[in-house]
């Protein structure tokens, strides 16, 4: 806890280093930021967010450890965590937010173009400039609308791209009507690409991709389905997304993904059999 205080009166001494030197974050984002600190400033311990391991204490753990690792949990929420963010969301509010900057990107900061370019060879691990990483972006987009496009002549389907893509998105025969399907096709999904992976990658972490539901939640009289990968396939990161179960029963965004028992697809003008 005592280096969690540290840390944050470093960063402040990192940010007013930044407000002389004209390296600061983006207006909008701080903004955002400062309603996610006021919320750690609750006037009870047992309200904070780092009260939890208190509340989710083991079992067999004595009444004399409890009673001590609860008033310790307390008194540092109390005395440490809480001034500490108190510290950071005042000297955002009253001081930084002002110096903040309204424009978003690297290349409003100083040398920021330089910037920029060094961290997509990082990101990248190539030596391409940030227009070539583009019109590599740009390439793809134009080779998997062809490839789309290839699929809409097989299939027969009278239209453009635009309708397409409506076509795949709305259509009832994409959607899953039960979450454990949904949940089910993300598996299918990730076992794909763990086998198409093996063609792109050498190192693999150990530990398996493994969709599974972890939170259903209503948002504005609908409800989603949140399915979380508890692996990473040569990537960085959780791959997560927030599914809608009823309404809208897609998986993914837009992805022709019949949802039924027969495994085609069947298109407008066209004879699956």
Not at 41 to 47: C, F, G, M, N
Not at 63 to 72: F, I, Q
Not at 86 to 107: C, K, P, Q, V, W
Not at 209 to 230: D, E, I, K
């Amino acid at each position: 806890a005592d280096q969690f205080a540290i840390n944050v009166d470093q960063v402040i001494t990192n940010m007013k280093l930044g407000m002389q030197e004209g390296v600061v974050q983006p207006r909008i984002l701080m903004a955002k930021l400062v309603p996610q600190l006021e919320s750690q400033l609750v006037d009870d311990p047992k309200e904070s967010a780092f009260y939890k391991p208190v509340r989710d204490m083991p079992a067999d753990f004595s009444e004399a450890d409890r009673e001590r690792l609860t008033a310790a949990y307390e008194d540092t929420i109390r005395t440490t965590i809480i001034p500490a963010y108190e510290r950071l969301n005042n000297f955002i509010g009253d001081t930084y937010l002002s110096a903040a900057r309204d424009t978003i990107g690297l290349y409003a900061l100083p040398n920021g173009e330089d910037w920029y370019a060094y961290l997509v060879r990082v990101r990248t691990t190539t030596d391409m400039t940030p227009d070539e990483i583009h019109q590599v972006g740009l390439d793809e987009v134009g080779r998997i609308h062809d490839e789309m496009r290839g699929v809409m002549e097989q299939v027969g389907f009278e239209g453009d791209l635009k309708d397409f893509f409506e076509f795949v998105n709305t259509d009832e025969q994409f959607f899953f009507d039960e979450a454990e399907e949904l949940i089910q096709g993300y598996r299918d999904m990730a076992d794909h690409i763990s086998d198409l992976s093996k063609d792109l990658f050498d190192v693999f972490p150990k530990t398996r991709s493994a969709p599974r539901r972890t939170l259903s939640r209503a948002v504005g009289g609908r409800r989603f389905l949140h399915v979380r990968h508890t692996g990473r396939i040569a990537t960085r990161g959780l791959l997560r997304e927030r599914l809608q179960h009823q309404g809208a029963r897609q998986m993914g965004h837009g992805g022709p993904v019949p949802a039924r028992s027969d495994p085609r697809p069947s298109f407008p003008d066209h004879d699956p059999a």
